[in-house]
């Protein structure tokens, strides 16, 4: 049979370590992908962490509320005291006029704690708050991501992943150890993530309902992402110890090791710790912080 294709581990070393390079400098812009990710969507609900509210209040809105109140319950937490959020929020909804700003010392707030970053020089996203008419614009029904931001992010997105999954696809379709059936998966299917993506951000705008179709789109791209990555690098530079001798004298050594440390009666006292560990959980949860959590709430609700 003629070959068609050169495979991945008989490529020349300085192709190797091209692909190689590409493939660790895109590897590490997905994990700061990730992070920024998990800073701007990630705060969205006030809580650290990505959840479905995130993506609810990134792009349908918090549709209760205004722009400036989510922001300060949100993302923008961490910017005022506790005290200040709540001064900025009870104008916020008294109507945002000129003359409390003035007389509620809000203009004094503002200025000590958001203009270092909301001022003329900052980008787009971050709107400038020495213009009064800008705060002004935020105190209206927070209704998420608009249709320009989301304009700009699309086709950027588009563009630019297309790019990423362009060369780490290429890289991939050399690779032997994979079927031509799942390597047309793996190499097509971040693209219909990719669109499935975008279009569900513009399909939770119009519906929350949309926000885990993002989320699944994203865990999709991620696996192919990761799939094609670790075959290629393996196959490249440890295409004889992984793929022939099993792992090779490493991944017998390993092997070794794990069974000399986890015998089996380890393991099964492992497994009845973690799930002692999971029985005092859940008996907390139930008998403490749901308590609490009713007591705080109850709290605010006098408050009010
Ligand atoms: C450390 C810098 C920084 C500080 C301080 C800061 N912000 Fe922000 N703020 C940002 C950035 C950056 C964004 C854009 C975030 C994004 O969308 O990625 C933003 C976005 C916002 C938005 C959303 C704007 C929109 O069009 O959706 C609001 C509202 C906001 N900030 C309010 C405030 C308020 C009120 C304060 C002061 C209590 C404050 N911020 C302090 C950096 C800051």
Same mark, same amino acid.
Not at 137 to 165: E, N, P
């Given at each position: 049979?003629?070959?068609?294709?050169?495979?991945?581990?008989?490529?020349?070393?300085?192709?190797?370590?091209?692909?190689?390079?590409?493939?660790?400098?895109?590897?590490?812009?997905?994990?700061?992908?990730?992070?920024?990710?998990?800073?701007?969507?990630?705060?969205? @609900?006030?809580?650290?962490?990505?959840?479905? &509210? @995130?993506?609810?209040? $990134?792009?349908?809105?918090?549709?209760?509320?205004?722009?400036?109140?989510?922001?300060?319950?949100?993302?923008?937490? &961490?910017?005022?005291? !506790? #005290?200040?959020?709540?001064?900025?929020?009870?104008?916020?909804?008294?109507?945002?006029?000129?003359? @409390?700003?003035?007389?509620?010392?809000?203009? /004094?707030?503002?200025? #000590?704690?958001?203009?270092?970053?909301?001022?003329?020089?900052?980008?787009?996203?971050?709107? @400038?708050?020495?213009?009064?008419?800008?705060?002004?614009?935020?105190?209206?029904?927070?209704?998420?991501?608009?249709?320009?931001?989301?304009?700009?992010?699309?086709?950027?997105?588009?563009?630019?992943?297309?790019?990423?999954?362009?060369?780490?696809?290429?890289?991939? $379709?050399?690779?032997?150890?994979? $079927?031509?059936?799942?390597?047309?998966?793996?190499?097509?299917?971040?693209?219909?993530?990719?669109?499935? &993506?975008?279009? $569900?951000?513009?399909?939770?705008?119009?519906?929350?309902?949309?926000?885990?179709?993002?989320?699944?789109?994203?865990?999709?791209?991620?696996?192919?992402?990761?799939?094609?990555?670790?075959? /290629?690098?393996?196959?490249?530079?440890?295409?004889?110890?992984?793929?022939? #001798?099993?792992?090779?004298?490493?991944?017998?050594?390993?092997?070794?090791?794990?069974?000399?440390?986890?015998?089996?009666?380890?393991?099964?006292?492992?497994?009845?710790?973690?799930?002692?560990?999971? !029985?005092?959980?859940?008996?907390?949860?139930?008998?403490?912080?749901?308590?609490?959590?009713?007591?705080?709430?109850?709290?605010?609700?006098?408050? #009010?």
């Amino acid at each position: 049979m003629t070959q068609k294709y050169l495979p991945l581990k008989d490529h020349d070393t300085p192709v190797k370590v091209l692909f190689t390079g590409y493939l660790c400098a895109v590897g590490i812009g997905y994990f700061f992908a990730l992070l920024q990710i998990l800073f701007t969507h990630g705060m969205a @609900d006030g809580k650290f962490g990505l959840s479905i &509210d @995130d993506i609810v209040y $990134s792009y349908y809105g918090n549709r209760s509320g205004t722009v400036l109140e989510t922001q300060l319950n949100g993302a923008m937490k &961490d910017n005022a005291s !506790e #005290e200040q959020r709540f001064k900025i929020i009870q104008w916020v909804r008294d109507g945002a006029e000129l003359e @409390d700003y003035k007389s509620k010392g809000i203009d /004094s707030i503002i200025e #000590e704690r958001c203009v270092m970053c909301h001022n003329a020089q900052a980008p787009a996203n971050t709107p @400038d708050f020495t213009q009064f008419e800008n705060l002004k614009k935020l105190s209206t029904q927070d209704t998420g991501a608009t249709f320009s931001s989301l304009t700009r992010v699309s086709h950027v997105h588009l563009f630019g992943i297309s790019f990423i999954f362009m060369f780490v696809g290429l890289i991939f $379709s050399f690779s032997e150890t994979t $079927s031509t059936r799942y390597k047309c998966i793996a190499i097509g299917m971040p693209y219909i993530f990719l669109v499935t &993506d975008i279009l $569900s951000w513009w399909l939770t705008k119009v519906h929350p309902m949309f926000a885990w179709l993002i989320i699944l789109a994203g865990m999709g791209m991620g696996i192919s992402f990761i799939f094609m990555w670790v075959i /290629s690098l393996l196959e490249m530079w440890a295409y004889q110890q992984i793929f022939i #001798e099993n792992g090779g004298v490493y991944g017998q050594k390993l092997k070794a090791l794990y069974a000399a440390t986890i015998t089996p009666e380890r393991r099964a006292w492992l497994l009845s710790m973690l799930s002692l560990v999971r !029985e005092k959980a859940h008996e907390q949860w139930l008998n403490t912080i749901i308590p609490f959590l009713k007591k705080l709430l109850n709290n605010i609700k006098r408050s #009010e």
